[in-house]
Every structure is written in C-alpha cells, then in structure tokens.
C-alpha cells in the first residue's frame, strides 16, 4: 500500500550507532515493524543543539487542502 514504511532494527541498535543519550525509562516501547501506517508514531532521531535525541513523531504528508492542525 502506498505511503506506508517499515523500520527493520531494534531501537537499542539506533541508540548505538548514533551515539544517543537515554535513560531507560524515557525508552518508548518500540519493536521493529512492517508496514507501518501513517498514523502510527515512529522513533525518529533530531538534531537538538549538539546532540541527537530520539523522539516519537507521527509521520505523513498533509495535503495543502487539508488545511492547518
């Protein structure tokens, strides 16, 4: 189905190899999945500051029709 990812590695692997800094329990529960829907948050590493911090984020396109959330 069109639009729709799929995230193959463990978190604890992302965590590694981008070098980010998390307490344990601040760890969303995550396992790797297929077809993942858009509406469906997914962890996703963003640059704040110097450091990359991992966050859930809902991921999609909004159409311009669509209006503003």
């Not at 760890?27 to 966050?55: H, K």
């Amino acid at each position: 189905m069109c639009g729709r990812i799929n995230i193959k590695c463990r978190l604890t692997v992302l965590i590694r190899e981008f070098e980010l800094t998390i307490a344990s329990d601040e760890l969303p529960l995550w396992e790797p999945r297929n077809n993942i829907p858009r509406t469906i948050d997914i962890p996703c590493i963003r640059q704040v500051g110097r450091q990359r911090a991992l966050t859930l984020m809902r991921w999609g396109l909004l159409p311009p029709f669509f209006g503003v959330r």
